[in-house]
Antibody
Framework: EVQLVESGGGLVQPGGSLRLSCAASGFTFSSYWMSWVRQAPGKGLEWVANIKQDGSEKYYVDSVKGRFTISRDNAKNSLYLQMNSLRAEDTAVYYC???????????????WGRGTLVTVSS | SYVLTQPPSVSVAPGQTARITCGGNNIGSKSVHWNQQKPGQAPVLVVYDDSDRPSGIPERFSGSNSGNTATLTISRVEAGDEADYYCQVWDSSSDHPYVFGTGTKVTVL
C-alpha cells in the first residue's frame, strides 16, 4: 500500500527540540521531492520545508529558517524534520507529503500522511 | 507573497452542485490544485493542474481556472463530500513558493 506514516510528535516546552519522522512505503521514495506541511489548531495549511530526491537541495518557510532542518535517508525510505528552539506558534499537526510535478511551473502534494501533533507549551 | 482567497463556507443540498472559488491575482496564469480534508483526517488531492483528477477521485469533482478566479465544482453532492477544501498554487518567484488558500468548509444540508 502506498502510504506515509509520521511519528515523533508530542508535548515540548518552549525552546525545546523534537525530531519528526515519516516512513514511506509502496513507492520509490528516492524518486520524489518530499515536504513537511503543518496545520495549527483550527487553522489552514502551511508549507514548512522540502527536500530534493538526493538531499542536495532544501528549502524552508522564513518562520522556521535556522531552527528546523529537513533531511532524508533513502536507504530507510524515511523523511525527517529536526525542530529546535521551538515556539508556541509552532504548535500544529505536521504532515509529511509527497511533492510532485508534471510541469515545470507547477508543484503539488499528491500523497499525504495522517500527521503527528506537536504541542509547544510550558 | 502571493495570496489566495476562498469563501469561509459553502452550503449545498444533497444532489445539488457546490462551487468553491479561489481568488488570486492573475491566478489563471498559474496551475491550481485542490485538496479535500475531512475532520481529523489527512488532506487528499482531488484536482491538480486546474482540472485533472487523480485516480480514484470521482468525476463529480471538476476544476476550472481563468482570470483572477479558479473554481472547484462538486456535482451531485453527497453527504461524504462534507469537508474543508483548500486550493494551492506554486509561485516559483517567491521565497514561500507553496501557497494555500484560506480554506472553505463545505456543509451538506
Amino acid at each position: 500500500e502506498v502510504q506515509l506514516v509520521e511519528s515523533g510528535g508530542g508535548l515540548v516546552q518552549p525552546g525545546g527540540s523534537l525530531r519528526l519522522s515519516c516512513a514511506a512505503s509502496g513507492f520509490t521514495f528516492s524518486s520524489y521531492w518530499m515536504s513537511w506541511v503543518r496545520q495549527a489548531p483550527g487553522k489552514g495549511l502551511e508549507w514548512v520545508a522540502n527536500i530534493k530526491q538526493d538531499g542536495s537541495e532544501k528549502y524552508y518557510v522564513d518562520s522556521v529558517k535556522g531552527r528546523f532542518t529537513i533531511s532524508r535517508d533513502n536507504a530507510k525510505n524515511s523523511l525527517y524534520l529536526q525542530m529546535n528552539s521551538l515556539r508556541a506558534e509552532d504548535t500544529a499537526v505536521y504532515y509529511c507529503a509527497r511533492d510532485w510535478s508534471r510541469r515545470v511551473d507547477s508543484r503539488y502534494f499528491d500523497l499525504w500522511g495522517r500527521g503527528t501533533l506537536v504541542t509547544v507549551s510550558s | 507573497s502571493y495570496v489566495l482567497t476562498q469563501p469561509p463556507s459553502v452550503s449545498v443540498a444533497p444532489g445539488q452542485t457546490a462551487r468553491i472559488t479561489c481568488g488570486g491575482n492573475n491566478i489563471g496564469s498559474k496551475s491550481v490544485h485542490w485538496n479535500q480534508q475531512k475532520p481529523g483526517q489527512a488532506p487528499v488531492l482531488v484536482v491538480y493542474d486546474d482540472s485533472d483528477r487523480p485516480s480514484g477521485i470521482p468525476e463529480r469533482f471538476s476544476g476550472s481556472n481563468s482570470g483572477n478566479t479558479a473554481t472547484l465544482t462538486i456535482s451531485r453532492v453527497e453527504a461524504g463530500d462534507e469537508a474543508d477544501y483548500y486550493c494551492q498554487v506554486w509561485d516559483s518567484s517567491s521565497d514561500h513558493p507553496y501557497v494555500f488558500g484560506t480554506g472553505t468548509k463545505v456543509t451538506v444540508l
